[in-house]
């Protein structure tokens, strides 16, 4: 059996010419720029801008009162009146217990009476000191008798002096049957109602809260202290308080106490704002969002806060260059406001800076800007509004 074999001559030109055309697209290839090479990345871009930017302490405040007035009666008895219902405000001065005061004004009726009859035995023993005065002086009387006068003057003084205190302790009793309100605030729940007996200084019968003003209380750390008091000395601080769910509309204070003392367990310094709080959006035991603002920077540059990155050589963020490729430029960053990062050196007003799609960057690559996923579309036009 013979083995055929083929001759390879024939195949020789047609292998060279297909190593030739590879090789030239290989190089053609190796010839073109990496940035060329890749697809252009779909990025979000925004353009740094110039403009002012205050300079705040952030932290979560707790809302008071301004002042807690707790109600109790000083003087023991039965509650005959209650005279505001739970939740009012009430003013300085206004009625709002009352005890029964009949034993109280039968005690003062006692003690005026026996003031009264006390005052005319001091008068009568005026009377006899005058006279054995006279006398001894022309010794018609012993000096026992006149030493004796005198002495029942001085006690009865004495004892209309007594008197005259005890009335006055009797009418001031008398006075702590009707409660009246300490300041102008808002009541809460009753504790007793009418009918109750109550001790002393004993029992809470309501509290009540000043509204307006009030403090908001909240803790920066001690490293702020300084810087704080610092701007403190140069003027009043404004202090804003958000709400949950009204981010747009602060309430405005300013800061009105800096504690005396750092919390050594937490390394905070406890301060207060004062708010006027006249449409009383700020209510006792609320949790809000607290920025102390201490300045303000004039001018500055900002670029939106997702735009900058951290790398190993520190904080950097991707500008978009005139034909569409990006630069990594290293950026020196200063505080930040309102989901705003102020750049104090790396950027430039007016320069375009990358805010998404970082991660499939490098330097030199092509991009494409899209629509921010919050950006609203713009509705097509109808054919017949087209017409129109």
Do not use: H
């Amino acid at each position: 059996m013979k083995t055929v074999r083929r001759s390879a001559g024939p195949l020789l030109p047609f292998l060279a010419a297909a190593l030739l055309a590879a090789s030239a697209c290989s190089d053609a290839s190796s010839s073109r720029p990496p940035a060329a090479r890749r697809a252009a990345v779909p990025v979000t871009v925004a353009t740094a801008v110039k403009q002012d930017v205050p300079v705040e302490v952030p932290a979560i405040g707790t809302v008071e009162a301004y002042v807690t007035v707790t109600v109790k009666s000083l003087v023991p008895g039965q509650i005959t009146k209650v005279a505001f219902r739970e939740g009012q405000d009430v003013r300085k001065g206004e009625l709002l217990f009352e005890i029964d005061p009949v034993p109280y004004r039968a005690a003062l009726n006692a003690a005026e009476a026996t003031l009264a009859k006390d005052s005319a035995l001091r008068e009568n023993a005026e009377k006899d000191a005058k006279r054995s005065a006279v006398l001894i002086e022309k010794d018609l009387i012993p000096r026992q008798q006149y030493d004796q006068a005198t002495a029942n003057l001085a006690a009865l003084e004495a004892t209309v002096k007594a008197d005259a205190a005890l009335v006055e302790q009797s009418r001031i009793k008398l006075g702590y049957c009707f409660i009246r309100s300490p300041i102008d605030g808002r009541t809460g729940s009753l504790s007793v109602n009418r009918g109750n007996v109550v001790k002393d200084n004993d029992t809470t019968l309501v509290v009540i809260n000043q509204v307006t003003p009030i403090y908001v209380a909240f803790s920066v750390p001690e490293q702020r202290l300084a810087e704080i008091r610092k701007y403190e000395a140069s003027g009043t601080l404004e202090t804003l308080a958000v709400l949950p769910g009204e981010e747009n509309r602060p309430v405005r204070g300013t800061l009105d106490f800096i504690g005396n003392q750092v919390d050594k367990t937490t390394g905070t310094i406890p301060l207060k704002g004062k708010f006027a709080n006249v449409d009383r959006r700020l209510w006792p035991g609320q949790f809000v969002n607290v920025s102390l603002r201490l300045t303000v920077l004039r001018a500055a540059v900002v670029v939106p806060s997702q735009a900058v990155q951290t790398g190993q050589d520190g904080q950097y963020v991707f500008v978009v260059k005139a034909d569409q490729t990006v630069e990594m430029r290293p950026v020196a960053t200063g505080g930040t406001f309102a989901g705003n990062t102020v750049v104090e050196k790396g950027v430039e007003p007016g320069e375009r800076v990358v805010t998404d799609g970082q991660l499939a960057l490098v330097p030199g690559s092509r991009i494409t800007e899209k629509r921010p996923a919050n950006a609203e579309e713009k509705p097509e036009e109808k054919p017949e509004e087209k017409a129109s």
